[in-house]
């Protein structure tokens, strides 16, 4: 397919004879501030809302329920990325990130006012649908507004947005948590979408507002594809369900979930990509294998450290807050014009050193241990995570053509969430059969009633981390079918 160029290649012309040259240059300075702001924006909910999240868990007494409370988010955002695919592609990104914040953080507000854990994951699941929204239309913008060579150093910009709330959100939200209560944590993020809308939309409007054909704003939206996003969000959320469930009745949902899901996403996703077909299809598997692996184990990293080795939630964040800067030193790395010939093999290496970092993580479970090993592994498994999801962006937005940028970002993100999903559900039926969710309800707040649940159900935690590190694995193996071989003479190759 055609690489992915920006729709207005006599402005790019006139930026290149002009000297601009970078993403913070004087054409572009402006719309990366915002688009990182808006990046910024998500970083500080991920970082922050994941070490509130124990606290909030146990005192809305959900501690069973924990996992839904980050598949919620993930599930909701399968039908809210088809959505802004498809929207972008017809009219634009603009409508779909202003609509995509607004439900992000209205989400934030259910989730910091809720009284009971299915209002909390209530809320988690707007949020997710305006982050699925947001996150879409953020790829469409960079595919339309910067040109081909610039892709890669934005992507490493978005990468870098997340240094800053990888810090100072674990340790903000721990010291919130403790001194103020948890629900401030979800309550004050709104006021960082006004930085984001001020910075960024006049900017997109300007550069890439309206369809990429003209002729495609008359097209409707493929209504077969929004009720295949419908099915999977219904589908990941009943097998969630039956996951969370662990009773023989709940196998009826769980079927019903299968039913749902499995037609579904082969209908969304691209041809092959369960088999690693070369091309796109092995890039869109890659990126949830990568995504999917280590989201599911380091969502139970803070409750492990906390329940399992008595931390606050404050030092359990901070166990976190390194692997932002390594994330964005490993982004930063896969961007410079030296690594592009070696673009597979960096991306072999990352999945290998998330794989590595997740097997590491359940050491501290024995006691002889320190603590501080959970950081050093975590930060290398961040370094290994910005090689490979920034060079799956790129690769993608290579292998597009300009009126596909918005549905193959869309499945890209549906890669990911979804393997997001179905990871978590199976980690968190995993954790509660072995007695994970008994084991964590009984530790309260304070680290001296945490310390009564050192030893107990250690294996709810081996059996989070260990499969994630063999699922990351096979993400090795699939980095060797990024590009499509040269078809031969006489013949073409299909992806």
């Not at 595919?143 to 240094?163: H, K, N, Q, S, T």
């Amino acid at each position: 397919m055609a690489a992915l160029e920006p729709g207005d290649d006599a402005a790019v012309s006139l930026s290149v004879e002009r000297g601009d040259d970078g993403v913070l240059s004087r054409a572009y300075r402006a719309l990366s501030v915002g688009i990182v702001s808006v990046v910024l924006l998500i970083a500080f909910e991920a970082t922050a809302v994941g070490t509130a999240m124990p606290v909030a868990a146990r005192e809305l007494h959900g501690v069973a329920l924990y996992a839904f409370a980050f598949s919620g988010y993930f599930t909701t955002s399968l039908s809210g990325m088809v959505l802004a695919g498809q929207w972008s592609d017809r009219r634009g990104p603009l409508g779909a990130l202003t609509t995509g914040i607004g439900a992000f953080a209205a989400g934030l507000v259910v989730a910091g006012t809720a009284q009971v854990m299915w209002v909390f994951i209530l809320g988690r699941a707007v949020q997710g649908f305006g982050g699925g929204l947001v996150i879409v239309a953020l790829y469409v913008v960079v595919g339309r507004a910067y040109p081909e060579r610039l892709r890669p150093a934005i992507m490493a910009a978005f990468a870098a947005g997340w240094v800053v709330p990888s810090i100072v959100g674990p340790l903000a939200s721990g010291a919130v948590t403790e001194h103020l209560g948890w629900r401030w944590v979800f309550l004050g993020i709104p006021v960082l979408v006004v930085l984001p809308l001020a910075l960024a939309l006049p900017q997109i409007h300007r550069r890439a507002a309206g369809p990429v054909d003209a002729r495609a704003g008359a097209h409707s939206f493929d209504r077969r594809r929004i009720r295949l996003a419908l099915g999977v969000s219904l589908g990941a959320g009943l097998l969630q369900y039956a996951a969370q469930d662990l009773r023989p009745l709940s196998l009826l949902p769980g079927l019903a979930g299968a039913a749902l899901l499995v037609p579904a996403v082969l209908g969304l996703l691209p041809p092959g990509t369960y088999r690693a077909a070369r091309g796109l299809p092995a890039v869109v598997l890659l990126r949830g294998l990568a995504a999917g692996s280590f989201i599911a184990a380091e969502s139970f990293v803070p409750l492990m450290l906390v329940t399992q080795r008595g931390l606050s939630p404050t030092l359990a964040g901070f166990s976190l807050a390194a692997g932002g800067g390594t994330w964005a030193l490993g982004s930063w790395l896969q961007a410079r014009p030296q690594a592009q010939p070696y673009r597979e093999r960096l991306m072999s290496t990352g999945m290998v050193l998330i794989a590595a970092a997740i097997a590491a993580a359940p050491g501290v479970l024995v006691h002889s241990v320190p603590v501080w090993t959970v950081a050093v592994a975590w930060g290398f498994g961040c370094f290994g995570m910005g090689l490979v999801i920034s060079s799956t962006s790129v690769l993608l937005l290579q292998l597009s053509a300009p009126q596909e940028a918005g549905a193959n970002s869309a499945v890209l993100q549906i890669s990911d969430a979804l393997s997001d999903v179905v990871l978590l559900a199976a980690t968190g039926a995993a954790f509660a059969a072995l007695g994970g969710g008994s084991a964590a309800a009984a530790t309260t707040a304070t680290t001296a009633t945490a310390s009564t649940a050192h030893g107990t159900h250690p294996a709810a935690f081996a059996a989070v981390f260990l499969p994630m590190a063999g699922v990351a694995l096979v993400g090795a193996w699939v980095t060797t079918r990024l590009r499509a071989r040269r078809p031969e003479r006489g013949g073409s190759r299909r992806l």
